[in-house]
């Protein structure tokens, strides 16, 4: 599996004409088709924050019948996640102990966004202590009631801008960025200037 396999295509393909959905997924209905399979898979949680499952991350995109019969379909939350072998392996472990006989397919294109993250996998993120990601401005344009975590942009240095990121521990907007790396490269580490708590920021891409 080419672990960059993004980086050099062409401009990504709308999820529609990936057969995949575009956005987060919400808990399946009892009436829905595969209705088991995607609880059985609520069970299953991001191997860097276990109280996050893989639909809340809107990671797992798909459980749908393909030509040789059961299919799930995950996007890493970016190619080059070390975590990215895991998620597939605890996917496939957990459809096996069910004894359910599926393939797991992991589809990079159209790649994850933090935009597909649903609302209570980000409550349970600022519950956890890590700061969820500031939504893109266009996102928050189209679903203005969704931004509880305000998208205050200020002006940085030349064609930077930052965003605002609120301390997961007080709620203040009063945070500073420590380092643009955090716990692991698709976080940064924060800390708050009004409780002195430094968190982690999940940042948005
Ligand atoms: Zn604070």
Redesign the pocket.
């Known amino acids: 599996m080419p672990m960059n396999a993004t980086s050099n295509s062409l401009p990504l393909l709308p999820g529609v004409l990936q057969g995949l959905p575009d956005g987060p997924l919400k808990q399946s209905l009892e009436t829905q088709e595969h209705h088991a399979i995607w609880e059985l898979l609520e069970a299953v949680t991001d191997p860097e924050i276990p109280v996050v499952n893989l639909r809340e991350m809107g990671i797992l995109r798909a459980v749908r019948q393909g030509p040789n019969g059961l299919e799930v379909v995950i996007t890493p939350t970016y190619s080059g996640c070390p975590a990215m072998g895991q998620m597939e392996d605890d996917v496939a472990n957990a459809l096996s102990q069910a004894g359910v006989a599926a393939r797991v397919i992991t589809q990079l294109a159209p790649a994850w966004s933090t935009d597909w993250m649903t609302p209570e996998g980000r409550d349970k993120l600022r519950a956890y202590g890590i700061a969820p990601p500031v939504k893109s401005a266009c996102a928050a344009a189209a679903n203005a009631q969704v931004v509880s975590f305000a998208t205050r942009k200020v002006a940085g240095k030349g064609l930077v801008e930052r965003e605002t990121v609120a ?1 997961p ?4 907007d009063n ?1 500073t960025e420590i380092s643009h790396f955090g716990s692991t490269a698709c976080k940064a580490l924060y800390r ?1 200037l ?2 002195m ?1 430094p968190f982690d920021y999940f940042k948005p891409y």
Do not use: L
Not at 169 to 172: H, M
């Open positions: 301390c521990q007080c709620g203040s945070t708050c009004k409780c708590e």
